[in-house]
């Protein structure tokens, strides 16, 4: 049996983002651990918030999903941070959006779409970090029976 779609996407969205000139090979699905300075800078994928809505009153309906990613890049705070996260922003971005294929994860999903960018610095921490949190929404379709089945 496959995997829920939300995760099918999470980790469509993390190989995706693999092998990025700033980030490399530093990509990570739900850390909630540190992350090692040698690792830096690096970016988190999750999944959070999922809206669904029922097409039909049938049972078994088909679901519309739109489900919630964020990819976090962490960056050590330092003079070129925001250039740091600004450069992997546009990494991101345009790994995203580089093919019909990247934007639908090979037709796992419909479309993702950015719809946030937030940026945040914390030199208070222990190590100083710059964080850029990118929010992005992919919808999809499945069966109400069958969630590890995009449709």
Same mark, same amino acid.
């Given at each position: 049996?496959?995997?829920? *779609? ?14 990025? $000139? ?7 699905? @739900? ?7 040698? !690792? ?11 809206n669904i809505d029922a097409l039909s009153v ?12 964020? *990819? @976090? ?10 250039? *740091? ?37 914390? $030199?208070? @921490?222990? !190590? ?8 992005? !929404? $992919?919808?999809?379709?499945?069966? $109400?029976?069958?969630?590890? *089945?995009?449709?």
């Amino acid at each position: 049996m496959a995997n829920h *779609v939300r995760q099918q996407v999470r980790e469509a969205v993390a190989d995706l983002l693999t092998g990025l $000139a700033t980030t490399g090979n530093n990509v990570f699905q @739900s850390n909630l651990l540190p992350i090692e300075n040698n !690792k830096l800078p690096a970016l988190i994928v999750k999944t959070t918030t999922e809206n669904i809505d029922a097409l039909s009153v049938n049972f078994d309906p088909i679901l519309e999903r739109s489900l919630e990613i964020l *990819v @976090s890049i962490v960056a050590k705070a330092n003079t070129d941070i925001d250039d *740091v996260l600004d450069g992997s922003i546009k990494e991101v971005e345009q790994a995203l959006n580089a093919s019909i294929e990247a934007n639908t994860l090979n037709g796992l999903v419909k479309e993702i779409v950015l719809t946030d960018i937030d940026i945040e610095m914390n $030199a208070t @921490s222990e !190590k100083p970090i710059g964080q850029a949190l990118l929010t992005f !929404k $992919a919808s999809y379709y499945t069966q $109400a029976s069958v969630p590890d *089945v995009s449709i």
